[in-house]
DNA sequence: AAAATGACCAACCGCCCAGAG
DNA sequence: ACTCTGGGCGGTTGGTCATTT
């Protein structure tokens, strides 16, 4: 019971693109738009292509305002907080790198980035994604903590996964949220994520956390959680994924913390924001000193 | 010089969602 | 309330070029 194809795939050009076509498509969007219907473009403009298909190549290459070329440190950083940060959103991520692609940002990330990550920080490919990462920093976190030490202890963030600066300086990943790793101890934490085949996104949300308190099982939620989809109003439903601090008054200030860093998303849960809200959470200037440094 | 392998990236595929009817 | 359609998205593929053996 598939659905019906966008176009009669049997009658319609595929593969690369010539320079005639790219010329005919970028004159006829340049003159008449794309009349909010990619489907009846191709016919409209004499194109056998697939309407998607158009769409595409205007989007990832003819459009005008399209960034061709290396990518330069600074957009490495934003690619590397925002993948840690909202996982493999490149729609979301091209948002805040002007004249990038999504598709451009996702090639380079599998391409180059990745690798780049890999081999300053020695981990293994899987570790690269956003979940893995932080399994990947509580590990590291692990080894080298120990439950009895003082908090101040745990303000190294050396075991971050990190990223080389143009001045031969490292940031970390994770420098954004830079609360006191003591609360990061192993000890303190339970990971409550038992679905590891699926990635999860890193968007933290005190207000959440706070809201997610488990009087139950006697420790609150942090929750990192994957997308609106994943995640129903239930706290079972959080409870099996995510990452809890067991003792509520380290939770507490763990919350407190991140309030400190301005990490607070105001308003209601991001949990319940759709796509849009994200972006605009994203766009909006108080928000993007979670990502960015300052 | 030729074959094998790797890197890159444009393009495709199929799914999901929102909106129209 | 339901179905259909188009737009948008992330994952994957396949072609081309560069590098290595």
Not at 51 to 72: A, M
Not at 170 to 194: D, R
Not at 279 to 292: A, G, H, P
């Amino acid at each position: 019971m598939g659905r019906t194809p966008c176009c009669d795939k049997a009658n319609v050009k595929r593969g690369p693109w010539s320079p005639e076509e790219d010329a005919k498509l970028k004159h006829y969007i340049q003159k008449h738009g794309t009349g909010g219907n990619w489907i009846s473009l191709p016919q409209k403009s004499g194109l056998k292509r697939c309407g998607k298909s158009c769409r595409l190549r205007w989007l990832n290459y003819l459009r005008p305002d399209i960034k061709h070329g290396d990518f330069s440190e600074e957009e490495d950083r934003v690619i590397y907080h925002l993948f840690t940060t909202i996982g493999s959103r490149w729609s979301v991520i091209a948002t805040q790198l002007p004249g990038r692609t999504d598709n451009d940002i996702k090639n380079y990330w599998n391409t180059k980035l990745k690798k780049k990550l890999m081999s300053t920080n020695n981990i293994s490919s899987q570790k690269t994604t956003p979940h893995g990462l932080l399994s990947h920093f509580l590990q590291t976190s692990s080894t080298n903590s120990s439950s009895s030490s003082s908090p101040s202890s745990y303000s190294d963030h050396s075991n971050f996964p990190s990223f080389p600066n143009p001045n031969g300086t490292f940031s970390t990943l994770l420098e954004p949220i830079s609360f006191s790793a003591s609360l990061l101890n192993p000890t303190n934490l339970i990971s409550t994520n038992n679905n590891t085949s699926q990635d999860q996104t890193f968007i933290v949300n005190p207000n959440r956390a706070q809201n997610n308190y488990d009087a139950k099982s006697d420790h609150g939620l942090l929750v990192f959680g994957r997308d609106q989809a994943s995640c129903s109003s239930s706290d079972a439903e959080y409870g099996t994924r995510g990452i809890g601090v067991k003792d509520e008054k380290k939770r507490m200030s763990f919350v407190k913390q991140f309030h400190d860093h301005e990490m607070w998303m105001e308003a209601s849960p991001l949990m319940d924001y759709g796509l849009e809200e994200i972006k605009q959470l994203i766009t909006s200037s108080s928000c993007s000193n979670v990502f960015l440094d300052g």
